[in-house]
């Protein structure tokens, strides 16, 4: 992680990642200090806080994930994600995971880094999670779907009014997954009027049924061209 000027001169700070192989990162800008961020991690398998962090065995556990070199059950949208702060100082992400039905460090890894993860669902929900400043490990998740036969792509999240957030996301029926790869029918996301609401703390999650402009047979992790009223 490096800092660099208007003019793509390199300022001072940053840090080394050491999230071995990084599978997704969130950013948040800040007006001081290190900027808030977290990575998907494919060694400690999950994804973890990493602001300032130069190495995953301090990172604090967001959300634990089936991963392996060069995948991770969690996903961001082209592994980059959205890191909304409140005015309190709070911060929410949004993404996809497969969830952890168990998690347990794997005896064999001999830097007792690595985890074994067994993965909730084969398919990824839409989930959130709720950090209390930019340093600190969230609670549980709050995942927002349930249908297991449902693969959920291209989560997004963003501020909506003074106190809500608003999710987007993409739902691919008829889902065949095989290796933690996911293919169906595609449902473009659309906005309308709010049908369900989730709560974590003195905030409120917003989200609205889906109309499908388009059917198409989609892979995961393409975010589709629409234009949102």
Not at 71 to 77: D, R, S, V
Not at 118 to 139: C, E, M, Y
Not at 167 to 182: I, P, Q, R, Y
Request: net charge positive; glycine share 12%; proline share 6%.
């Amino acid at each position: 992680m490096a800092y660099v000027s208007a003019k793509g001169g390199k300022l001072a700070g940053g840090w080394s990642w050491g999230c071995s192989h990084n599978e997704g990162i969130a950013l948040h800008a800040e007006t001081s200090g290190a900027f808030t961020s977290l990575c998907f991690d494919d060694w400690r398998s999950g994804l973890f806080v990493s602001t300032g962090v130069g190495a995953p065995d301090t990172a604090p556990v967001v959300q634990r994930e089936q991963c392996w070199a060069g995948y991770c059950g969690g996903t961001f949208p082209g592994r980059a994600g959205d890191l909304v702060k409140s005015p309190d100082g709070r911060y929410t992400t949004a993404f996809a995971s497969r969830g952890a039905a168990s998690a347990r460090k794997n005896p064999d890894d001999a830097s007792s880094r690595g985890w074994t993860v067994k993965p909730k669902t084969s398919t990824h929900q839409v989930a959130l999670a709720f950090l209390k400043n930019r340093n600190s490990g969230p609670g549980k998740a709050v995942f927002l779907t349930p249908a297991v036969g449902t693969e959920n792509v291209n989560v997004h999240v963003a501020p909506y009014g003074k106190d809500r957030l608003l999710v987007s996301w993409e739902s691919l029926k008829s889902a065949h997954c095989a290796n933690g790869t996911c293919t169906g029918v595609s449902r473009a996301p659309t906005s309308g009027s709010s049908t369900a609401t989730a709560r974590s703390g003195a905030r409120t999650m917003w989200w609205a049924p889906v109309s499908p402009a388009t059917s198409q047979s989609s892979r995961t992790g393409r975010w589709p061209g629409l234009t949102h009223p």
